[in-house]
């Protein structure tokens, strides 16, 4: 068996604590860093979604968005595709840009999700969005 890992970032409903963390933690991911992506992100809080998942979308090069509260685990290649395959739609994996400039496989949202969808950018990450709703 492979012991080689990569990086994942999410931004929601995986974050530690959150309902869809078991998705990484029964694979035996480990969080190797809570930080931010780079300022070039808006955050969406999706609609019809459960549990409530929100969608990180990358602006374009000349546009300023916010740095979002992320965390980065580390993940067996051999699991990802498992993680991966229970990624739904309009969710997806691409490339995650962090605050430092290092890349890493993230979570990623089909456009058409965010005609629906409101824009929670400003609060920085999903757990402060979460807690201005109580």
């Known amino acids: 068996m492979s012991n080689l890992v990569t990086k994942i970032a999410v931004v929601g409903a995986h974050l530690s604590g959150q309902p869809l963390n078991h998705q990484l933690?029964?694979?035996g991911a480990t969080l190797f860093l809570s930080t931010h992506t780079a300022p070039i992100y808006k955050?969406?809080?999706l609609s019809g979604t459960n549990p409530p998942?929100?969608?990180l979308v990358r602006l374009?090069?000349?546009d300023q968005g916010y740095r979002i509260e992320i965390e980065v685990w580390e993940i067996a290649i051999a699991k990802f595709g498992e993680f991966v395959a229970e990624v739904?739609?309009?969710l997806g994996i691409g490339t995650t840009v962090l605050d430092n400039d290092?890349?890493?496989k993230g979570f990623i949202c089909e456009g058409?999700?965010?005609a629906s969808a409101t824009d929670i950018s400003s609060y920085g990450g999903w757990r402060s969005y979460l807690q201005s709703q109580k």
């Open 88 to 90: 739904p739609a309009p």
């Open 112 to 114: 058409w999700a965010i």
């Open 60 to 62: 374009g090069d000349h």
């Open 25 to 27: 933690t029964s694979r």
């Open 53 to 55: 998942k929100p969608a």
């Open 102 to 104: 290092e890349t890493v």
């Open 43 to 45: 955050l969406y809080a």
